[in-house]
């Protein structure tokens, strides 16, 4: 699998909101993606660009399978959502990508 370089700076509080709507209207997605990326936003602090997300607790805190979160975050990635970088052991660090409007 591999992996992008997260571009560097933090989402404002407008454009997460606005990555969150992308996410949603995204119609290849399943309803459960946008909950896990409104998990991700919540994470998401300050300056800081992107998170560490365990997908285990994060399936759940949100009652869902397993396999089911972690097929969403991977759908997140290959609709280009979200960029993923290793961080420490099994846990990878996630950051919104807002796209661009043409």
């Given at each position: 699998m591999q992996?992008?370089?997260?571009p560097t700076?933090?989402?404002s509080a407008a454009d997460l909101l606005k990555w969150l709507d992308q996410?949603?209207?995204?119609r290849d997605l399943a309803p459960v993606t946008s909950r896990i990326a409104t998990r991700l936003?919540?994470?998401?602090?300050?300056s800081e660009p992107r998170?560490?997300?365990?997908l285990?607790?994060?399936a759940d805190d949100l009652r869902i399978g397993r396999s089911t979160a972690h097929r969403a975050l991977a759908a997140?990635?290959?609709?280009?959502?979200?960029?993923?970088?290793?961080?420490?052991g099994n846990?990878?660090?996630?950051?919104?990508?807002?796209?661009?409007e043409a």
């Amino acid at each position: 699998m591999q992996y992008q370089s997260a571009p560097t700076g933090a989402l404002s509080a407008a454009d997460l909101l606005k990555w969150l709507d992308q996410v949603a209207d995204d119609r290849d997605l399943a309803p459960v993606t946008s909950r896990i990326a409104t998990r991700l936003a919540a994470k998401l602090t300050g300056s800081e660009p992107r998170v560490e997300l365990v997908l285990d607790a994060v399936a759940d805190d949100l009652r869902i399978g397993r396999s089911t979160a972690h097929r969403a975050l991977a759908a997140l990635r290959e609709r280009g959502h979200v960029l993923a970088a290793p961080c420490r052991g099994n846990v990878l660090a996630y950051q919104p990508v807002l796209r661009q409007e043409a």
